[in-house]
Structures are given as C-alpha cells and as structure tokens.
C-alpha cells in the first residue's frame, strides 16, 4: 500500500509541474528494480499545471514608485502570477498604471485563477515613495 501511496503521489507532483526523484525499489511489477534513480520534469507550457515563475513574475523596478502625495500612487500586485492569491500589497505611480496593466496582462496568461479574496489596499505616500496601507 506504501508503494502505490508513493506512485499516486510522484503522478501528483508531475501533474502539477513539479519535479519528482524516485530511488530505489518498488517491487514487482513496480516501476522500477535494483538502485535505478529516475527523474522527470514536467515542461512549463502555461497553464494550471506548468506555471513557472520566469514568465510570470512582475518586478517592482522596472516601475516608477515616486510619489509626493497618496493620489500618486495605486495600489498593484508584484511578485508571480502562478499564485492564487495576487492581493495588490505594492504600489506604483499612476503614470506608470497603463504600462503595469500591459505588463499584467502578459504575465496573468497561463497562469492558474485568482482565487482568494484580499483586504482593501489604500495607497499612500511614505518617504516619497509610493506604498500601501492595510486595515
């Protein structure tokens, strides 16, 4: 039972785009004999299952985060767009809102649903730089 428990979990791990190592046995009519170690990767072609976070990431520098008031700035996800949770805990200038929307549409295609819920984010100004406030 251990050994069809270490079978169903290694088809997990490939169905989600991890990376799996078997060493070792798995005894007759297994996958496997003696000391072999097999190692398969699944490829990152988008989707669900092959979100890899080179293609899908948004760096906070390549925008401007400058700011002398609040109004400055709007409140952004930054970070990998193969999570499922994006709340928008950065924030940018508003001059830069039309660039960081094309940039997000380009990251977000392939990438898994957003699927949590986040708290309002309120911008603001810290050290004429913007930010974000959480209640």
Do not use: W
Not at 3 to 17: H, M, P
Not at 46 to 60: E, F, K, P, Q
Not at 109 to 120: D, E, I, K, L, Q
């Amino acid at each position: 039972m251990l050994q069809r428990n270490a079978l169903v979990l290694f088809l997990g791990l490939l169905g989600c785009g991890g990376k799996a190592v078997i060493d070792g046995t798995l005894g007759a009519g297994g996958l496997g004999g003696g000391t072999s170690t097999s190692s398969t990767t699944s490829s990152a072609s988008g989707g669900a299952g092959g979100c890899d976070a080179a293609s899908h990431t948004i760096d906070i520098a390549d925008f401007n985060v400058s700011c002398t008031v609040a109004s400055d700035c709007i409140p952004v996800f930054i970070g990998n767009f193969c999570s499922s949770c994006r709340c928008p805990f950065a924030a940018i200038n508003v001059a830069d809102q039309t660039k960081y929307d094309a940039e997000k549409q380009i990251k977000e295609a392939g990438a898994p649903p957003f699927t949590c819920g986040c708290p309002v984010a309120q911008p603001t100004c810290a050290q004429g730089k913007c930010a974000v406030q959480v209640p």
